[in-house]
């Protein structure tokens, strides 16, 4: 009996660098098979698919890859289209873009074409997702909600998902958009669910369904509230919610996280790309800066 296939995913905070060294698209890339990968992009999501999918097949090619295919039903009806389906079939790596999620809960989830992206995930093929596409991944994703710190009674709204990444929700653009009140007030009222929030240009790299690893500049935030207290029962609409006692994990580049256990595995501290180029230009400023003094 053959043995299972090593199963990825790559979930994008959105926003990740596609010109300078990108990293998280170069992984995507790399697990995808390098130059022997067969890339479909899905833009689904967006309102400028075309504008979608010719950036993504422009820093695939320019990363390497030989085939970028695009994959776009534009109804719940075209998502059966054979042809469709058999290009996700054939593929090593599939790629959500942002915009909508819920054109893709509209179009794509428990479709023919939603079946072969399960499917893709499940022979080896890495699925990918950024912004819009990272939400999809769940099971139960965040479909609106009100950005703050502070978690509300029914500050957000869960619709289904894919099902790629079961016990956990995604948010993202998480830090840049101040959704951290959003996700905590969903884990609070559904504690069975872990919470991921996604910061942009950082990826949370999913292996064998709870193996994960960060990449990028920023951070992943794991919510726990599996252990907390809350007045979720009680709360009024709107309402600040109690919630005391849920556990949260910053996670930067370098860090591995067990989400079996809720529970960090390894990290090794490293310098995002950001960091290191502002070290550059702070070393480029005081050279240039003692060059003038001498110069006097």
């Given amino acids: 009996m053959a043995a299972a296939a090593r199963t990825s995913l790559l979930i994008i905070g959105g926003a990740e660098d596609k010109v ?22 899905i833009p689904t999501a967006s309102a400028f698919a075309e504008e979608a999918v010719a950036a993504y097949r422009d820093v695939f090619t320019r990363l390497g890859v030989g085939s970028v295919e695009a994959v776009d039903p534009g109804s719940r009806a075209a998502a059966s289209d054979p042809d469709l389906v058999a290009q996700v079939d054939a593929a ?42 990272a939400s999809i991944m769940s099971l139960f994703m965040i479909s609106m909600g009100e950005e703050g710190v502070t978690p509300r009674q029914r500050a957000s709204q869960l619709t289904a998902g894919l099902g790629l990444l079961p016990d956990v929700v995604v948010d993202q653009h998480f ?5 951290y009140g959003r996700l905590l007030s969903i884990v609070a009222t559904s504690p069975n669910l872990l919470g991921l929030g996604i910061d942009e240009d950082t990826a949370a790299e999913v292996t064998d369904g709870w193996g994960l690893t960060v990449l990028g500049t920023g951070a992943v935030f794991v919510v726990d509230a599996r252990g907390a207290v809350s007045d979720v029962p009680e709360a009024r609409r709107d309402a600040p919610l109690l919630v005391s006692g849920a556990v949260v994990h910053s996670l930067p580049t370098g860090a591995t996280f067990d989400l079996r256990t809720a529970t ?3 990290f090794v501290e490293r310098y995002p790309d950001s960091m290191v180029k502002a070290e550059v230009q702070d070393e480029k400023d005081t050279s240039e800066a003692t060059a003038a003094l001498r110069a006097h």
Avoid: C, W
Avoid at 20 to 41: D, E, P, Q, T, W
């Fill in 175 to 179: 830090d840049q958009r101040a959704r």
């Fill in 92 to 133: 090593t790596g599939v790629f959500m873009t942002g915009g909508n999620q819920l054109k893709l809960s509209q179009y794509v989830v428990g479709t023919p074409l939603g079946e072969a992206i399960l499917r893709a995930h499940r022979r080896g093929a890495v699925v990918a997702g950024t912004s819009a596409g």
């Fill in 264 to 266: 960090l595995r390894t």
């Fill in 20 to 41: 300078g060294r990108s990293v998280v698209l170069r992984r995507f890339v790399r697990l995808a098979g390098g130059r022997r990968a067969r890339v479909v992009v």
